[in-house]
């Protein structure tokens, strides 16, 4: 589920990891769980992540959807350039699988990269938009910011300061007129929690919101651990 800050042009002062795991919710109900991670090493970084959303009661260790997903380029500048992008999917039609190269990610962002903001002229993480491309639909998020905050962490009892963004959704290419995203596109439909790590080289989700009608999707971090 995620973002990063401003950086000079010579690469990241910071080298590290963040693993962090989260929960999702629909109007409140828990539905899944999942978790991301990410390594950092000068101007390279690699990212991991995985969610699987519950089935049926009677059928607790079998999830009702999972994936996992991998992703790792260079930090330039305030932006990521993204060299490799790959996910799995158990699920729905069926296992699927896609793979996507630098040519193809020239310009976007995967949606893995969401979790990784670098640090911008400024220090404003949510004055951005963000251009994603998932192997079939292209689409931007125009984030605005929302203010200062502080998160507390339910399962570690810590807290941490950080932003909230408000975020546009706005669909480029790949989506049909029924699809049930679109209703987003009518406003702020997304919100995004943020906080610093990595000695303040980037931004990363804390907690991440869509409103989908009278309900919402939340993803909500339980755990969130930073290596040097």
């Known amino acids: 589920m995620a973002l990063l800050l401003a950086l000079t042009a010579g690469g990241m002062a910071n080298a590290g990891s963040v693993d962090a795991a989260f929960t999702l919710s629909l109007g409140g109900q828990t539905i899944g769980q999942g978790q991301y991670s990410a390594a950092l090493t000068g101007d390279a ?53 896609l793979t996507l190269d630098a040519a193809r990610l020239r310009g976007f962002i995967d949606p893995l990269g969401m979790i990784l903001l670098p640090v911008m002229q400024g220090g404003d993480p949510c004055a951005r938009t963000l251009h994603v491309f998932d192997g079939q639909h292209q689409f931007d998020l125009i984030l605005k910011s929302g203010g200062p905050t502080r998160y507390r962490i339910a399962a570690d009892g810590g807290s941490r300061t950080g932003v909230r963004c408000s975020a546009q959704f706005v669909p480029r290419k790949g989506f049909g007129k029924d699809d049930p995203v679109l209703p987003l596109r009518t406003g702020d439909g997304v919100l995004l929690w943020l906080t610093p790590a990595q000695g303040g080289s980037v931004w990363m989700p804390l907690r991440v919101q869509v409103r989908f009608g009278d309900g919402a999707l939340t993803a909500e971090v339980t755990r969130f651990v930073e290596r040097d």
């Open 45 to 97: 970084y690699r990212l991991k992540g995985g969610v699987a959303i519950a089935g049926a009661p009677e059928q607790e260790n079998r999830p009702l959807f999972s994936g996992t997903a991998g992703s790792f380029g260079t930090i330039r500048g305030d932006r990521l350039e993204v060299k490799g992008f790959s996910a799995g999917i158990k699920g729905g039609k069926g296992p699927q699988a």
